[in-house]
């Protein structure tokens, strides 16, 4: 019977999950439809004047109904809140649909189900909320054995009785007959918990501190650019603002005028064909280094580790000689002759920091998988393919990660290739350039800091998501790297 219940539920939980991914896509769709509706400054002598954004006060029409800029900005407000809320929550059910076991059910399983369903009727999602309640009566029936209505019935007296031993007196025993040696334990008891209560309570307002301390630029930097430039500069600055005054036309602003969508996009192609390439050679090297015999290896792998203590700088301009018209020929050359994004690529598709990371997982893989596979006939190229790369997952995850970190924050590199082509080179430049670059200063001298901090907001906040939903693999990489079993 628990064992039908437990698969009756992993049902319900498994069609909820539909809803959870077409709610999901609502909202996004929804995002777009609204973000792309929001009107622009009008353009004047070839410039948008982003001196009267913040005294706009356009009306758009919405599924036949009339809304002004705050309601605007309150219904896009609440999309991105809803999202916020409905994908890491979708992530979090599957994860632990996938390892939920009949054992672990429970009353919390039940009632966390009453707390999601709450979340998801609060999004504006009742089908994953109904089906997430009747979900919770499938558990109960599961843990207590109570159908709906006995449930129902059996709140009043487990309320009546949480409150009886709630307000019941303790019996206390006289503490003259009590010996003196109970009464010294239970001393020393008391004096223990203090003590653990104390170390507790610091250390976690301890940790407290040091999260808000880091959490304020990031919330400071979100809160500017979604201002107006009157609250964004004021001397008296708001850490609070209503969601009817998140001025998300900032962002269309950033992305449109200032060109931030191209430089995302050449930003993620950069950083998708580097990673593909510093993968590839990361992974045959470090094989190489780990597995393959060959005379001079270890002199080989010392010399690359002892190029490691050479700042990457001092490469910068035989690079530029190799890439440049006295070279390959791919920047520097005559307009419409330069390949800005081969120059950007190929001189930065190896890491020997990576090679030296996954070596060390590599040694890690017993000798004997590698003789076996040997005897069988199994090649180097099938063992490294079948055998080191799913074994060595989490390192390889981990490489790839921070190496898109790398090509996200690169700046040096770009800025000199780019700047060989002028104002050709300006449409090759990557979201860190233009970052740096862009003036957001109007001609009248007034610098636009929420539309510069929405466009800091664009470089740094990806790069936080992908971090914390991946956080756990890239800890698990570089701690599998650092140590050699």
């Known amino acids: 019977m628990n064992k039908k219940l437990f698969q009756k539920s992993n049902r319900i939980e498994r069609i909820t999950?539909?809803?959870?991914f077409l709610a999901i896509a609502a909202y996004l769709a929804l995002f777009f439809i609204l973000f792309g509706m929001l009107e622009l400054p009008e353009i004047i002598n070839g410039r948008m004047d982003l001196d009267n954004l913040q005294y706009m006060l356009p009306t758009y029409e919405f599924l036949s109904a009339t809304f002004d800029k705050w309601q605007m900005n309150t219904m896009i407000s609440l999309v991105i809140l809803f999202a916020l809320v409905a994908i890491p929550m979708m992530f979090i059910n599957v994860k632990k649909l996938r390892n939920r076991t009949i054992y672990e059910i429970n009353s919390y399983t039940?009632?966390?189900?009453?707390?999601?369903?709450?979340?998801?009727?609060?999004?504006?999602?009742?089908?994953?909320?109904g089906l997430r309640i009747y979900n919770m009566f499938v558990l109960v029936k599961f843990v207590k054995g109570y159908n709906a209505k006995e449930f129902f019935k059996s709140i009043g007296p487990a309320v009546k009785k949480f409150s009886k031993e709630l307000f019941k007196k303790k019996e206390i025993k006289n503490k003259e007959e009590l010996d003196e040696y109970s009464i010294s334990i239970k001393q020393s008891i008391r004096r223990q918990n203090a003590s653990k209560i104390i170390r507790m309570s610091l250390t976690y307002i301890f940790l407290i501190i040091m999260a808000f301390i880091i959490i304020i630029p990031f919330y400071w930097m979100v809160l500017t650019s979604l201002k107006d430039f009157t609250g964004a500069t004021s001397n008296n600055p708001e850490f609070f603002i209503g969601i009817s005054r998140m001025n998300w036309v900032n962002y269309k602003v950033v992305l449109t005028e200032l060109n931030f969508g191209l430089y995302i996009r050449n930003t993620i192609f950069i950083a998708l064909m580097s990673t593909l390439g510093t993968v590839i050679t990361t992974i045959l090297a470090a094989y190489a280094f780990a597995r393959i015999e060959f005379k001079g290896r270890e002199l080989l792998f010392s010399i690359l580790i002892m190029t490691m203590m050479i700042p990457g700088e001092l490469y910068i301009i035989t690079n530029l000689i190799t890439?440049?018209?006295?070279?390959?020929?791919?920047?520097?050359?005559?307009?419409?002759e330069n390949n800005y994004f081969l120059a950007m690529i190929l001189p930065f598709v190896t890491s020997i920091s990576y090679i030296f990371f996954l070596r060390q997982s590599f040694k890690q893989i017993p000798d004997s998988l590698y003789k076996a596979a040997r005897v069988d006939g199994c090649s180097d190229f099938k063992f490294l393919t079948r055998v080191m790369v799913p074994i060595a997952s989490p390192t390889i995850f981990t490489i790839t990660i921070l190496n898109v970190f790398g090509s996200w924050n690169a700046y040096i590199w770009p800025r000199i290739i780019t700047g060989l082509g002028g104002e050709e080179g300006q449409n090759y430049w990557l979201i860190s350039n233009a970052l740096r670059d862009t003036s957001f200063v109007q001609e009248n001298g007034k610098v636009m800091y929420n539309l510069q901090i929405a466009a800091s907001a664009l470089v740094t906040v990806p790069l936080l998501i992908v971090f914390f939903m991946f956080k756990k693999y890239i800890m698990n990489g570089i701690g599998r790297s650092g140590t050699k079993g």
């Open 110 to 129: 039940a009632s966390s189900k009453f707390v999601q369903a709450l979340v998801n009727l609060l999004s504006f999602n009742p089908i994953s909320a």
């Open 323 to 336: 890439v440049s018209r006295n070279g390959f020929g791919w920047v520097g050359m005559p307009t419409g």
């Open 17 to 20: 999950f539909i809803f959870d």
